[in-house]
C-alpha cells in the first residue's frame, strides 16, 4: 500500500494560487476542493493511503525558486510529497 499526498489549499488563499498557477486549477474554490475529493477517494479506492498537506502560497512561492522550478501543479503536487513524506519513518 502506497501514501499519496494531496495538496490542500486553503480558502483564504486559492486566489493567490490561481494567480501562481494560472489555467492549471479550477476557476472556483468549491471546484478545486471537489477535485481533490475526487483524487481522495479514487486513491483510497485502490487501496492506497490518501493524506492530505496544506500548502501556503508563500510556502509554494518559495519552493519553486529554492528549487528553481516553474511554479505549476507538478510542483505543487512535489511539494506535497515533500512535506508529506519529511516525517514518516522508512519501512
Known amino acids: 500500500m ?3 499526498y494531496i ?4 480558502a483564504q488563499e486559492y486566489e ?4 501562481l498557477l494560472k489555467s492549471e486549477i479550477p476557476a472556483t474554490y ?4 471537489g477535485v481533490t475529493e475526487r ?3 479514487f486513491t483510497k479506492g485502490q487501496g492506497h ?3 492530505v498537506v496544506e500548502i ?7 519552493h519553486c525558486n529554492t528549487a528553481q522550478l516553474p511554479c505549476d501543479l507538478a510542483a505543487l503536487k512535489r511539494l506535497a510529497f515533500q512535506k508529506g513524506s519529511k516525517h514518516k519513518p522508512v519501512v
Not at 495538496?7 to 486553503?10: E, G, T, V
Not at 493567490?16 to 494567480?19: G, I, V, Y
Open 2 to 4: 502506497a501514501s499519496f
Open 30 to 33: 468549491a471546484e478545486w476542493t
Open 49 to 51: 493511503v490518501a493524506e
Open 16 to 19: 493567490a494560487f490561481r494567480h
Open 39 to 41: 483524487e481522495i477517494i
Open 7 to 10: 495538496p490542500k489549499i486553503a
Open 56 to 62: 501556503s502560497a508563500d510556502e509554494f512561492t518559495q
